[in-house]
């Protein structure tokens, strides 16, 4: 069964430029989460999908982002227009629904590392 | 103060070693996560516990709900175990969102 795949692992732009990272999750997973890194901090929440929905974006930094579920496959995450304060390794993890609610183990993707210029 | 906290930041052991892991948080908590990542590598699930203890290998998580407190244990520990791991807890009404601790850098020299 395949993991969870992020596209590109590595992208570099300048600052203003518009960046879209994807994630695809495992098959069947109804969670998807987006997480950020910078540099030097601890792993932060961006914001959670349940099937295509929404069910969490409190984490999300400001209105130049923006992420998308369609179908309730894979997730994008758009940020337009870049600012150097965004550079970090972004991660998509998903999971099940489990029996327990949403308390299932999440499966990480390897990583987005954005550098903005 | 982060509302998880991870001690020490980092570790540094012979082969061979028994290591610990501390993770302690100031928030409910429905489960709590161990994860590692290798220098490179991406962040793997070691561990998610609720209550009690788990072992894997030569790992071993402990829980404290009462003591909000955590801790990852490695027997034996190996060149191969040098990695980040990392503290993550899910409130309980987070609906999975995860909040992390800064991460504990491991090495092991053989």
């Known amino acids: 069964e395949a993991g969870v795949t992020q596209f590109p692992s590595h992208s570099v732009i300048e600052k203003g430029q518009t960046v879209t990272l994807r994630c695809d999750p495992i098959s069947g997973h109804d969670n998807l989460y987006w997480y950020r890194r910078v540099m030097g901090k601890e792993i932060k929440f961006l914001l959670h999908f349940v099937k295509e929905s929404k069910q969490d974006e409190s984490g999300m930094p400001n209105n130049r982002f923006l992420a998308e579920r369609t179908g309730g496959t894979y997730s994008t995450l758009k940020v337009q227009p870049a600012e150097l304060e965004d550079s970090g390794v972004y991660f998509c993890?998903?999971?099940?629904?489990?029996?327990?609610?949403?308390?299932?183990?999440?499966?990480f993707g390897p990583g987005t590392r954005l550098t903005v210029l | 103060k982060n509302e998880v906290e991870q001690s020490p930041q980092n570790l540094t052991a012979q082969e061979g070693e028994f290591i610990t892991i501390n993770c302690s948080y100031s928030v409910g908590i429905s489960a709590l996560h161990w994860l590692q990542q290798h220098p490179g590598g991406g962040i793997v699930s070691l561990f998610m516990?609720?209550?009690g203890k788990k072992k894997h290998g030569r790992l071993i998580a402990t829980i404290n709900i009462q003591e909000k407190h955590s801790s990852l244990h490695i027997t034996a520990s190996h060149p191969r175990d040098s990695a980040v791991y990392i503290c993550?807890?899910?409130?309980?009404?987070?609906?999975?969102?995860?909040?992390f601790g800064q991460g504990t850098i491991l090495t092991v020299h053989p």
């Open positions: 516990l609720s209550s």
């Open positions: 993890a998903s999971s099940q629904v489990g029996l327990a609610g949403y308390t299932d183990t999440q499966y």
């Open positions: 993550a807890v899910m409130r309980g009404t987070s609906y999975g969102k995860l909040t």
